[in-house]
């Protein structure tokens, strides 16, 4: 049998590099499927194939993944997926998306400082996920050859249709290679209720290096805002994406480095931005980042700024801790409308009693993390080591039984271009000496699969967006008086910061009882 040589040269096929090898086409092919919430490393060993179950709200994402190996390695593999056949028609291959994951080495694991919540350990983990129509540049999806005994995932998101009737759909997929191919079945449960296109839960996830309506677009595809925007877009974005909130941009300068901030834009020009992104949506700027640890308060500056965003308008949204001093603009009104707490700001303002006054006078909050706080390893950490449920658990139910209407991350496409960083073979975000392994990269620069304009999402940003979902969840039961009969199921996945669920078949199965409680015909 004539033997191909593999050579992973760039990463142009591989799924992850290894040491040259031969493979074998004429090898046996085997393939499985996993859920969502699973990270599928290059040494797991191999599953059985079991029927494949779905479940999914209209207007919903629902995801899963199929994985190949063989002991013999494959060569130049692929998958195809059928469309869903249905009560109510079909749902068509233009609502579905397929990717392959690009695996990432993490050389030194980052800090894991609580039994309960670690970094999952040095290795390769699928990360960045292709899609397959990316033309292709020193990555592309499809083909892939595999190397012997080494797992490659394919990730799938079908979007289902708003117009979809419920009941059960029904399809295949399948993997062809030079090894032969297989082919499974799957069935998707279109459930009888429809999630917004304008998610509840806001958020800001700013872009730093592609600043592309394209890219833009791609965060808004996974319900996370991008940060400012330009004016002439928020029209099409609001009515087409989901725009659910805009920031004006104005940065003040001030934060943890700098401790200093320029004086405010005159309100005149505030209302100007404000005015040219009017679209029905909440208008907001970043102020002030973490100015807590700053020797000196800032408060005078914290006044002007307020000042003049409340007079154009506008909110003021800002990381800082809701000290008494910031709960009172000599009105009543805090100077703060949206506090951003992370952890340990969260559990002192409860603590102090300054979260419920700060609401008391109208403020709200959202939730961010960055790095690893070492007073609260316990809590969901945006680290790429770390268990999927970290991702998933804060934009969900974390964020819904706690309180925040929204989350803030610093970035979305960090990486660093002083030091040369390749995001896509180097995920290190350096502090302070330490490794924070994908801080700040939720999404991969495009320009390595041929889309110089576009981000490529991380198998990361689908856990945030699917919490997201979960929020929707959360708030329609409560909006329709169904929540009393989850009983305290959906309680007990985020109780506190420090106790919230871990093991992924818990979230599936409250999430399935939360879809057949809505699902349900309405009184």
Same mark, same amino acid.
Request: charged share 10%.
């Given at each position: 049998m004539r033997r191909w040589a *593999? =050579? *992973?040269l760039g990463g142009l096929l591989a799924a992850c590099p290894a040491p040259v090898v031969e493979i074998d086409p004429g090898g046996p092919l085997q393939i499985w499927t996993a859920g969502s919430l699973e990270r599928v490393r290059p040494e797991d060993p191999p599953r059985p194939l079991r029927p494949l179950e779905l479940f999914a709200a209209r207007g919903e994402v629902e995801s899963f993944q199929v994985v190949l #190996? %063989?002991?013999?390695g494959i060569k130049e593999a692929r998958l195809e997926v059928s469309e869903l056949r249905g009560p109510g028609g079909v749902i068509g291959k233009e609502h579905l998306s397929l990717y392959r994951a690009h695996y990432v080495e993490v050389r030194e694991p980052s800090p894991s400082l609580d039994p309960t919540n670690r970094s999952q350990g040095p290795g390769w983990y699928p990360d960045a996920l292709i899609p397959f129509e990316a033309p292709g540049g020193r990555f592309r999806a499809v083909p892939v050859d595999v190397s012997p005994g080494r797992n490659q995932s394919f990730w799938v998101d079908i979007r289902v249709p708003r117009e979809a009737a419920p009941g059960v759909y029904r399809g295949t997929y399948r993997v062809i290679a030079r090894n032969g191919s297989l082919e499974g079945q799957l069935t998707l449960t279109v459930w009888n209720f429809e999630l917004p296109l304008r998610p509840s839960l806001l958020s800001f996830v700013p872009l730093w290096h #592609?600043? #592309?309506k394209a890219a833009r677009k791609e965060l808004l595809l996974h319900r996370l805002m991008p940060g400012r925007l330009e004016a002439e877009e928020? +029209?099409?974005l609001a009515r087409d994406y989901g725009l659910n909130s805009i920031d004006l941009g104005f940065w003040s300068g001030a934060n943890a480095h700098t401790c200093r901030a320029k004086p405010p834009p005159s309100v005149s020009e505030l209302a100007r931005a404000k005015a040219a992104r009017q679209v029905g949506v909440p208008i907001y700027n970043f102020t002030f980042d973490e100015l807590d640890v700053c020797p $000196? &308060?800032?408060l005078a500056e914290i006044r002007s700024w307020a000042a003049n965003l409340r007079a154009a308008g506008v909110l003021h949204l800002s990381t800082l801790y809701p000290r008494p001093e910031l709960l009172d603009d000599g009105s009543g009104r805090p100077l703060v409308d949206i =506090?951003? *707490? &992370?952890a340990e700001m969260y559990e002192e303002a409860r603590r102090s009693g300054l979260w419920e006054e700060a609401r008391r006078r109208g403020s709200s909050f959202w939730y961010y993390t960055a790095l690893l706080n070492p007073k609260t390893p316990y809590a969901p950490q945006w680290l790429l080591d770390y268990s999927p449920l970290n991702w998933r658990i804060s934009s969900g139910f974390l964020a819904y &039984? *706690? %309180?925040f209407s929204g989350i803030l991350a610093w970035a979305a496409d960090y990486y660093d271009l002083d030091r040369g960083q390749d995001p896509w073979t180097d995920v290190r975000y350096f502090d302070a000496g330490k490794v924070y392994n994908g801080d700040g990269l939720w999404f991969y620069? %495009? $320009? +390595?699969v041929g889309w110089p304009d576009r981000v490529v999402p991380s198998i990361r940003a689908k856990w945030v967006r699917d919490g997201v979902e979960d929020y929707e969840y959360l708030r329609l039961l409560r909006e329709r008086g169904l929540h009393l009969r989850l009983g305290t199921a959906a309680e007990e996945m985020a109780r506190s910061m420090r106790d919230w669920a871990k093991d992924p078949a818990q979230l599936e199965a409250v999430r399935r009882r939360m879809g057949e409680l809505l699902s349900q015909p309405r009184r």
């Open positions: *593999l =050579f *992973l #190996t %063989g002991p013999k #592609t600043k #592309t928020v +029209a099409e $000196q &308060n800032l =506090f951003a *707490l &992370n &039984n *706690l %309180g620069p %495009g $320009q +390595a």
